[in-house]
């Protein structure tokens, strides 16, 4: 009976639809080894695939199979796809630019259906970021889930629609069940859930203070029905492990401690395994004294209850938004003689820690480092950290006089110059007014690509050795005037991402608001300050005379004031939930012409035993074409999303800002074979088999950087028969 109706809706959505349920009924047992059924090819987050037609010595003759156009890219460069597809059953599911689900075949990347999650909205479309989708299968009950803007949909997988038995009519609403009335804060999953069972676990991705966040405690859903079976807090409430490391009340108010970054599952064991990132506000935290548990931790949960088994907290008292910044992998090594299940976490500053996976135990000496106290108003910074002794770091750690870049005189006195005017950088230097060197960056070290491991205990992880400059700002009493209210407003919730002077930030697709009062009229921006769109959070917690205010002062209606005094004061009577301070934004530090600020390499790819803690190598990643034409050796380049290993003794990636997809030798890191995208590869690569052919695909989406945004998939294989 469900064969004949499932068949009957196929057939009235059309072929498309018809040839995805005849594919999906003819699964056959072992498709994980010709398939990529899992974010990240499984759910230990190897990145790896046994496939091996593809190979070191055939991999120069790669060329491109098929191109996969989606038709919604945004011409204002904005729009990004950073998602790692599915490949199930000759069937290709991923996101597009804005956000559409859609499915394409496998061996000619022919679409066979699309669901808009935002068909009939005002919004039309969505400019945001989702790195993958889920898979679930029990009998003929076959889904996709996916998630945009706050919700969590489930998709038939053969035709497209929603589940309607799931959640409310196909979705669930990712600001219900976290304890406290979120609707009128930033909350949404960029990086897909993980399955265990009939159970979903969902990471999420909140505000970053400073103004108000929600908590980002982990959560179980039925999958089959979408209800809550399970919380974790990780602000823990009263009477729970962890709840003495923060104020008595800080279970009410403090925001973040939430795992974005995604989840790994060991399924024989039960347990889940969750990173997380810092509590917010990200910069002071004078109103969570402590050490923050269970902030910037690696959490092992039981899977099917979500009690705590171990956890590990790699930061304390984060105040330099080090969170955990992509899934663990779990490996298993050689030590001693004996083989031992572990779990490795990349982070943002550049270190590989590596644990027992039972225990919790690190199996390579981590010390406790002496670090600077904080001279901010209110702040108490915790005093030690830890710090891994091996596995060395696969990033820079100092940015010293010896480091300020030497591409031309002028651009050397240039950083310089700025360089005498900032705090000496130490690691863990506190955040200033004066302005503190963050390096590596906010962006890494490690970022959310994270790193590929393979069945012979080899990591391979991309960084970048980029510095950034933080500036702390603080908000004072002072002048009741509107433009001076404004001003602290916009400083507090704005200044960020749009900067104190409103011209956007190229590099992070943060567009200018400089004369915005041209370009959209006063109810529009009230109305997207209310709403959000894309990677704007709504900002609905405010009033409506406080939203005034900030439109106000965006659209130069009042005169301008000296609200920011000359000591880096912001004065007014608008200071939001009595938070001190905010920042003049996430500034990378470039040089008079746009290179960063700090000798190369700029962006590298590195190998690490994890059997011995030694790298093997380490190797640039991106090649700047002016550069080169003037005989500047390969400097590497910033770069974003992740590697892909093959049993091939390949490693695929492309992510850098030039725009390449390359090969490089597993053994040696030497490129073998590269080649132009037609937008940047900022997204992991997928692999798999159909009709006896080994393909490679990567989102290109591009956006990222101030590079051009793409609406494609491109997947590569060898020639096929004539």
Known sequence: MFQENCAGRCLALGRGALLVWVMLAGAAAGAADKDWPVYLGDKARSHYSSLHQISTRNVGGLQVAWTYHSGDARSDNLSQIQCNPLIIDGVVYGTTAQLKLVAL??????????????????AGGAVGINRGVVYWAEGRDRRILFSADHFLYAVDAAT??????????????????????????????????????????????????????????????????????WIFHTIPWPGEFGADTWPPDAWTYVGGANCWAGMALDEARG?????????????????????????????????????????????????????????????????????????????????????????????????EIQVPPSDLEGEAAWPTQPLPLKPTPFARQLFTYDQITDRSPEAHRAVLDRFARLRPHVPFAPPSTQGTIIFPGFD??????????????????????????????????????????????????????????????????????????????????????????????????LSEAQKKLVVDFTCDVNPPSDALTPRGEVTGDEVLGGIPYSITGYNRWFDTNG????????????????????????????????????????????????????????????????????????????????????????????????????????????????????????????????
């Open 105 to 122: 075949q496998a061996t000619t990347g022919k679409e066979l259906w699309r669901y808009d999650p935002f068909a009939g909205s005002a």
């Open 160 to 229: 497209g629609r929603p589940v309607r038995s799931f959640g409310q009519e196909g979705h669930v609403d990712l600001k219900d069940d976290l304890g406290r009335d979120v609707s009128k804060l930033y909350v949404v999953e960029t990086t897909p859930s993980i399955v265990y069972q009939n159970l979903i676990f969902l990471p999420l991705r909140v505000g970053e203070g400073p103004a108000p966040a929600a908590p980002g405690h982990i959560r179980a859903y039925d999958i089959r029905t979408g209800k809550m079976v």
């Open 271 to 367: 347990v889940l395994y969750a990173p997380t990132g810092s509590a917010s506000f990200d910069f002071w935290g004078g109103n969570r004294i402590g050490q923050d548990l269970f902030a910037n931790c690696l959490l092992a949960l039981d899977a099917r209850t979500g009690r705590r088994l171990w956890h590990y907290q790699c930061v304390h008292h984060d105040l330099w938004d080090r969170d955990l910044p992509a899934p663990p992998n779990l490996v298993t090594l050689q030590r001693d003689g004996h083989k031992v299940d572990a779990i490795t976490q990349t982070t943002k500053s550049g270190h590989v820690f590596v644990f027992n996976r039972d225990t919790g135990e690190p199996l390579f000496p981590v010390r």
């Open 444 to 541: 890494g070290g490690g970022e959310w690509g994270g790193a590929a491991t393979t069945p012979d205990g080899m990591l391979y992880v991309n960084a970048n050795e980029m510095a950034w400059i933080l500036t702390m700002v603080q908000m004072r009493p002072g002048t009741n005037s509107p433009t001076a209210r404004g001003e602290q407003m916009f400083a507090q919730i704005c200044a960020a991402c749009h900067g104190p002077e409103r011209k956007g930030n190229k590099a992070q697709n943060v567009p200018s608001l400089v004369d915005i009062g041209k370009r959209m009229s006063k109810p529009d921006i009230l109305r997207l300050l209310q709403t959000g769109r894309g990677m704007m959070p709504s900002f609905g917690f």
């Open 595 to 722: 290179y960063p600020a700090v000798k190369p390499p700029w962006g590298t790819l590195n190998a690490l035993d994890l059997n011995t803690g030694e790298w093997r190598w380490h190797v640039t990643l991106g090649e700047d074409p002016a550069l080169t034409a003037r005989g500047v050796p390969p400097t590497g380049l910033e770069n974003y999303g992740g590697p892909l290993a093959t049993a091939g003794g390949l490693v695929f990636i492309g992510a850098s800002k030039d725009e390449m997809f390359r090969a490089f030798d597993r053994r040696t890191g030497k490129v073998l074979w590269q080649t132009k995208l037609p937008a940047g590869g900022y997204a992991t690569p997928a692999t798999y088999m159909a009709d006896g052919r080994q393909y490679v695909v990567i989102a290109c989406g591009g956006g990222k950087m101030g590079t051009k945004s793409g609406d494609s998939y491109v997947a590569f294989a060898l020639p096929g028969p004539k």
